[in-house]
């Protein structure tokens, strides 16, 4: 069973900064040539939606409209680590982030079907 973990969540003021760390087990890096991976933020009573998603073999990050120009995504396949870069936070940001993983099938898309997923951590913005 493939387990992601993510943190760096937490309570921050409208206009300030987190960064979100997602721990990809090495496993799952070296079971397929490339991942697409992701982040995802859920709301009560709301269905997961699309953050950010990286195809791993090269440079393209793909944002929803909502976040971009102020959340950045990123990865170090060194230290089996996705980042996500979350600046000038708004108080709708607020939600439980979830980091997720799939084998590249020549698609990776923001919103996306995904195998592997984390547990989730709470950012809060007020």
């Known amino acids: 069973h493939v387990q992601l973990v993510e943190s760096g969540g937490g309570s921050v003021q409208a206009g300030g900064s987190l960064k979100l760390s997602c721990l990809v087990p090495r496993d799952t890096w070296r079971r397929f040539p490339n991942l697409c991976l992701a982040w995802f933020r859920q709301t009560p009573g709301q269905e997961r939606e699309g953050v950010a998603a990286?195809?791993?073999?090269?440079?393209?990050?793909y944002y929803a409209d909502w976040v971009k120009g102020r959340f950045t995504m990123s990865q170090d396949a060194d230290k089996n680590t996705l980042y996500l870069q979350m600046n000038n936070l708004k108080p709708e940001d607020t939600g439980m982030y979830y980091c997720?993983?799939?084998?590249?099938?020549?698609?990776?898309?923001?919103?996306?079907?995904?195998?592997?997923w984390g547990q989730g951590t709470q950012v809060t913005v007020s």
């Open positions: 997720a993983a799939e084998g590249y099938d020549g698609s990776c898309r923001v919103g996306g079907q995904f195998d592997y």
């Open positions: 990286i195809f791993s073999g090269g440079p393209y990050t």
